[in-house]
């Protein structure tokens, strides 16, 4: 008797994800999605060779994708990030500037739908693409700073401007909803965020 039911599970493991493609109706060839990620890896660059000590307000990346249904499983598309922070710069204790920071991500995807059903969605994605940084420099707490320590000698020197490889990896992502309509939640690592919530949005296609 045993040995039948492991021989049932296993049969329904097997034919459990040829029943849920059966079934799905997500059959949009569109699909366009935005979505708000918390600890995004961009936030978490090495800082060790700047002299001065900082603290850092994080507001988490938000990102907008489009991806084109090759297949009910298999989708590609681009993938939009913008991760702003801002972060305040000591030296010896006094205050010396606010640096605005922010990243702008720009990735190819590849969204794979593993399990469909009419109402819920599991799915991995793999992104990769290029980040660009720029920056804004506030030195108004200088003022501050050098009013009660007038013999205070500071220098400034700004991380340079650049690009750099961007990436995201999503082992496992849930959508819920219908056709059109749904909210979606995902873990991984990578420029979305470690979690992320958002919403997605199919476009209805010509045959329909």
Same mark, same amino acid.
């Given at each position: 008797?045993?040995?039948?039911?492991? +021989?049932?599970?296993?049969?329904?493991?097997?034919? !459990?994800?040829? =029943?849920?493609?059966?079934? %799905?109706? #997500?059959?949009? $060839?569109?699909?366009?999605?935005?979505?708000?990620?918390?600890?995004?890896?961009?936030?978490?660059?090495?800082?060790?060779? +700047?002299?001065?000590?900082?603290?850092?307000?994080? !507001?988490?990346? =938000?990102?907008?994708?489009? %991806?084109? #249904?090759?297949? $009910?499983?298999v989708g590609v598309g681009a993938?939009?990030?913008?991760?702003?922070?801002?972060?305040?710069?000591?030296?010896?204790?006094?205050?010396?500037?606010?640096?605005?920071?922010?990243?702008?991500?720009?990735?190819?995807?590849?969204?794979?739908?593993?399990?469909?059903?009419?109402?819920v969605v599991l799915y991995s994605?793999?992104?990769?693409?290029?980040?660009?940084?720029?920056?804004?420099?506030?030195?108004?707490?200088?003022?501050?700073?050098?009013?009660?320590?007038?013999?205070?000698?500071?220098?400034?020197?700004?991380?340079?401007?650049?690009?750099?490889?961007?990436?995201?990896?999503?082992?496992?992502?849930?959508?819920?909803?219908?056709?059109?309509?749904?909210?979606?939640?995902?873990?991984?690592?990578?420029?979305?965020?470690?979690?992320?919530?958002?919403?997605?949005?199919?476009?209805?296609?010509?045959?329909?």
């Amino acid at each position: 008797m045993k040995n039948k039911l492991i +021989l049932l599970g296993l049969v329904m493991a097997l034919t !459990l994800p040829v =029943f849920a493609q059966r079934d %799905t109706v #997500r059959s949009n $060839k569109n699909e366009f999605s935005i979505g708000y990620g918390f600890f995004p890896a961009s936030s978490f660059r090495p800082w060790g060779w +700047l002299h001065f000590g900082y603290d850092m307000d994080r !507001l988490g990346a =938000f990102y907008a994708t489009y %991806t084109r #249904r090759l297949t $009910k499983v298999v989708g590609v598309g681009a993938t939009y990030c913008f991760d702003p922070r801002q972060l305040t710069y000591y030296d010896n204790g006094f205050p010396i500037c606010r640096l605005g920071e922010s990243s702008h991500s720009l990735m190819g995807h590849l969204k794979t739908n593993w399990f469909n059903t009419k109402h819920v969605v599991l799915y991995s994605k793999l992104a990769i693409g290029v980040s660009f940084w720029d920056y804004r420099l506030d030195t108004d707490l200088l003022e501050g700073t050098i009013s009660q320590n007038p013999y205070y000698e500071y220098e400034i020197i700004l991380p340079d401007s650049h690009c750099c490889f961007a990436y995201q990896f999503t082992p496992i992502g849930i959508e819920v909803g219908n056709k059109r309509w749904a909210g979606f939640a995902q873990y991984g690592i990578g420029m979305e965020g470690c979690f992320s919530i958002g919403v997605r949005y199919g476009l209805k296609d010509k045959e329909q």
